[in-house]
């Protein structure tokens, strides 16, 4: 009688399958950045579309706008109003999700520092926060550009989600990302656009309202 050995070859633990993927994803996001490094010359366009997705620069931008500029009508006002509650839930959904997962960066980047960063949230890469923030905006956009709230063209619209597109693609030539960062972050930049439109979103009636509130307040 033929006895049947059983395979010395363990299937992997959950924490060795896990690492596998972490692997994969390592390696198709440094081949995608050695990549783009061995064709260009510069990074300085990279560093343009970084900059150009900057959360300080978006909210300073957002509120200057909203509440000094003269040249937004109430329906401008209501899309800004709008698009300064999704920066705000922006950086609470992707502040804590990179405080809970505290996935460090990808260590052959260039360089490690980003302009105006805040350390403690920002060495950790899952999710990329300007993929968030980039995806969201494209998403607003193009909500902007139909309906009672049609303060964009159709043109206008796809410069915006062709920036996004570069925004989301220079986070992995640069270095500052693995690939699941850059999905995750358009993952959540979708589901907060879904948060901002369909519950928080404020009418311009009561834009105004808040409006003439916070100038009343500053002078």
């Known amino acids: ?27 198709a996001s440094k081949l995608f950045f050695d990549g783009y490094n061995k064709i260009a010359g510069t990074n300085y366009p990279l560093l343009f579309l970084e900059i150009s997705g900057h959360g300080i620069l978006w909210l300073a931008l957002t509120v200057y706008f909203l509440l000094f500029s003269d040249v937004t009508s ?30 460090r960066r990808p260590t052959y980047a260039i360089s490690q520092k980003q302009v105006a960063t805040v350390e403690i949230v920002d060495q950790f890469s899952f999710p990329s926060g300007h993929t968030a923030r980039v995806v969201f905006v494209a998403c607003l956009a193009r909500h902007c550009s139909s309906g009672a709230l049609s303060v964009l063209s159709d043109d206008s619209v796809v410069v915006i ?22 999905v995750a972050g358009g993952l959540i930049g979708a589901a907060n656009f879904e948060l901002v439109a369909g519950i928080l979103w404020l009418s311009p009636a009561v834009v105004q309202v808040y409006r003439g509130t916070v100038l009343s307040y500053i002078g």
Request: charge should be positive; glycine fraction near 4%; aromatic fraction near 6%.
């Open 1 to 27: 009688m033929v006895s049947r050995t059983k395979s010395t070859k363990n299937p992997l633990p959950p924490k060795e399958r896990k690492n596998v993927v972490q692997k994969i994803d390592y390696k």
């Open 74 to 103: 109430l329906v401008q006002q209501c899309a800004l109003a709008n698009l300064l509650t999704g920066l705000v839930t922006d950086l609470a959904m992707v502040g804590s999700a990179k405080v809970a997962f505290r996935r």
């Open 161 to 182: 989600t062709t920036w996004a597109a570069l925004v989301a693609w220079s986070r992995l030539a640069l270095g500052r990302h693995y690939i699941t960062d850059v």
